[in-house]
């Protein structure tokens, strides 16, 4: 049996925000989040968060996050008197045998199976800590080992705490551990706070570990990011772009032309298929698919779309389809400087071009708005030419009406299409018309006040100022 405990107490003050730290976001997801998905993956019998900074905001997060039905434990630590205490808060929720893992809600890119194989190294009967070397271990706990067996974990040794001779090693304890669960317990009743910082460390317990004859065992994860922590700003920009070009590498490898990876950001999921091209600047959010040959142009936000073979995204458009989603289908062309949102349906062909907005419509085969219109609640048929500066008026001030144009509709510039309203298959709309009332198939309808121009008109003219 398996239970995991995420510490996700502290203010986090370098981060110089009234956020929780946990709270911040990396890849468009807060940080907690991504290790209680980790953790998720794992099996575990329960997930049990350590709260204390902000605990309201963390708890309510997480619960929306994942759902009322996922198994998710909160205790608070408060006051918070150091890691070790943090851990003994959560003993009620734990089991009485079995393994604890315990992550960290700062640290959001461990891999499951680096978690796994940690699980595997504690076996119910070790203490197994997961470690690395780096260059840089500033802040870190010290690893130190048995000079006559370097396989040996004698202890840990906090950096505050640590001799000069201590904080040269390299090799760092990364602030994850499994234990067995029952030794855990016995363990966290005999820690004191004689040290510098007055806290109980739960590096400690190493250090009981030996003493009690428990094996101390190390695992390393694949790579460093996987155990960076975040306590700044900059730190977590440093996370974040190590992270950004991780997923473009990946989709670099499965065959995405990105003109930059430096210049890419995923905060989601996005398939591909073939010869797909991203230029520079581009940011995926929530769930994306783009398909065969399907070209995006630079510094488009695209989140909740399912774009089509062959469809060309321009520059600077931004599609979000939220939660009815957006779809652009095959050979279309959108952008530059166009915006589609949620409920936008485009057909095969279909051209929107730059300051065209679209919410809640479907365009028919080979349909065009090439300029400056809004199409809202509007059903568009095959081949319609919307003219620039038209609109479909779909409120009246307390509900939404929809349009309804038929295939081979032609409709002139700045027209007002005033919902509900239903165009006819062929019809067409001169140009500059109000349209209120249905409109005939295959005939033109004009709706414009008669041009009369006033014989003897002058302007008025400015009175000059008094000096």
Same mark, same amino acid.
């Given at each position: 049996?398996?239970?995991?405990?995420?510490? #996700?107490?502290?203010?986090?003050?370098?981060?110089? /925000? /009234? $956020?929780?730290?946990?709270?911040?976001?990396?890849?468009?997801?807060?940080?907690?989040?991504?290790?209680?998905?980790?953790?998720?993956?794992?099996?575990?019998?329960?997930?049990?968060?350590?709260?204390?900074?902000?605990?309201?905001?963390?708890?309510?997060?997480?619960? =929306?996050?994942?759902?009322?039905?996922?198994?998710? #434990?909160?205790?608070?630590?408060?006051?918070?008197?150091?890691?070790?205490?943090?851990?003994?808060?959560?003993?009620?929720?734990?089991? !009485?045998?079995?393994?604890?893992?315990?992550?960290?809600?700062? +640290?959001?890119?461990? !891999?499951?199976?680096?978690?796994?194989?940690?699980?595997?190294?504690?076996?119910?009967? $070790?203490?197994?800590?997961?470690?690395?070397?780096?260059?840089?271990?500033?802040?870190?706990?010290?690893?130190?080992?048995?000079?006559?067996?370097?396989?040996? +974990?004698?202890?840990?040794?906090?950096?505050?705490?640590? /001799?000069?001779?201590?904080?040269?090693?390299?090799?760092?304890?990364?602030? +994850?551990?499994?234990?067995?669960?029952?030794?855990?317990?016995? #363990?966290?009743?005999?820690?004191?706070?004689?040290?510098?910082? $007055?806290?109980?460390?739960?590096?400690?317990?190493?250090?009981? =570990?030996?003493?009690?004859?428990?094996?101390?065992?190390? =695992?390393?994860?694949?790579?460093?990011? !996987?155990?960076?922590?975040?306590?700044?700003?900059?730190?977590?920009?440093?996370?974040?772009?190590?992270?950004? $070009?991780?997923? &473009?590498?990946?989709?670099?490898?499965?065959?995405?032309?990105?003109?930059?990876?430096?210049?890419?950001?995923?905060?989601?999921?996005?398939?591909?298929?073939?010869?797909?091209?991203?230029?520079?600047?581009?940011?995926?959010?929530?769930? +994306?698919?783009?398909?065969?040959?399907?070209?995006?142009?630079?510094?488009?936000?695209?989140?909740?779309? *399912?774009?089509?073979?062959? =469809?060309?995204?321009?520059?600077?458009?931004?599609?979000?389809?939220?939660?009815?989603?957006?779809?652009?289908?095959?050979?279309?062309?959108?952008?530059?400087?166009?915006?589609?949102?949620?409920? &936008?349906?485009?057909?095969?062909?279909?051209?929107?071009?730059?300051?065209?907005?679209?919410?809640?419509?479907?365009?028919?085969?080979? &349909?065009?708005?090439?300029?400056?219109?809004?199409?809202?609640? &509007?059903?568009?048929?095959?081949?319609?030419?919307?003219? #620039?500066?038209?609109?479909?008026?779909?409120?009246?001030?307390?509900?939404?009406?929809?349009?309804?144009?038929?295939?081979?509709?032609?409709?002139?510039?700045?027209?007002?299409?005033?919902?509900?309203?239903?165009?006819?298959?062929?019809?067409?709309?001169?140009?500059?018309?109000?349209?209120?009332?249905?409109?005939?198939?295959?005939?033109?309808?004009?709706?414009?006040?008669?041009?009369?121009?006033?014989?003897?008109?002058?302007?008025?003219?400015?009175?000059? *100022?008094?000096?």
């Amino acid at each position: 049996m398996l239970d995991i405990v995420i510490m #996700a107490a502290g203010k986090g003050t370098r981060m110089k /925000s /009234s $956020r929780p730290k946990v709270l911040h976001t990396l890849a468009g997801r807060p940080l907690l989040q991504h290790v209680l998905a980790t953790a998720a993956s794992l099996g575990a019998r329960k997930l049990i968060t350590i709260t204390g900074h902000g605990a309201d905001a963390v708890e309510q997060s997480m619960r =929306a996050a994942f759902g009322a039905d996922a198994a998710l #434990a909160f205790v608070r630590q408060e006051p918070q008197l150091g890691t070790g205490h943090a851990v003994q808060q959560a003993l009620p929720e734990l089991g !009485e045998t079995g393994t604890t893992l315990i992550l960290n809600g700062d +640290v959001p890119l461990i !891999e499951a199976a680096t978690a796994r194989a940690l699980v595997e190294a504690c076996g119910g009967t $070790r203490l197994a800590l997961l470690t690395i070397e780096l260059l840089d271990a500033g802040g870190y706990g010290r690893i130190v080992r048995d000079p006559m067996d370097a396989t040996r +974990v004698l202890r840990i040794v906090e950096h505050k705490d640590a /001799s000069e001779e201590q904080r040269a090693i390299d090799e760092v304890y990364t602030g +994850v551990m499994a234990a067995p669960t029952a030794w855990l317990r016995q #363990a966290l009743a005999r820690l004191k706070n004689d040290n510098a910082q $007055r806290e109980y460390y739960l590096t400690d317990v190493v250090g009981f =570990a030996v003493a009690d004859g428990m094996p101390v065992v190390a =695992a390393q994860p694949a790579t460093e990011t !996987e155990v960076l922590g975040v306590n700044s700003p900059l730190q977590l920009a440093e996370l974040e772009r190590r992270f950004q $070009r991780t997923q &473009a590498e990946t989709l670099m490898e499965a065959g995405v032309r990105l003109a930059d990876p430096a210049r890419f950001d995923l905060r989601g999921t996005l398939q591909t298929g073939s010869d797909v091209e991203i230029d520079i600047g581009c940011l995926f959010e929530g769930d +994306v698919s783009l398909g065969d040959n399907v070209r995006i142009g630079a510094h488009c936000c695209i989140r909740n779309a *399912k774009i089509e073979a062959d =469809a060309v995204i321009h520059p600077f458009t931004h599609i979000d389809g939220e939660q009815l989603g957006v779809v652009v289908g095959a050979g279309a062309l959108v952008g530059p400087y166009a915006r589609l949102r949620p409920g &936008a349906q485009l057909g095969a062909g279909v051209h929107i071009g730059n300051f065209v907005e679209v919410k809640n419509s479907t365009l028919g085969v080979d &349909a065009k708005a090439n300029h400056l219109a809004y199409l809202g609640d &509007a059903s568009v048929g095959a081949r319609v030419n919307i003219g #620039a500066g038209s609109i479909t008026a779909n409120y009246d001030g307390a509900n939404k009406h929809r349009t309804v144009i038929g295939d081979d509709v032609h409709v002139g510039s700045n027209c007002v299409l005033v919902a509900p309203v239903t165009l006819g298959d062929g019809a067409t709309i001169g140009g500059g018309s109000t349209i209120g009332k249905d409109a005939p198939a295959g005939q033109l309808t004009v709706a414009r006040a008669k041009q009369v121009t006033l014989p003897g008109w002058q302007r008025p003219v400015k009175q000059p *100022k008094a000096r």
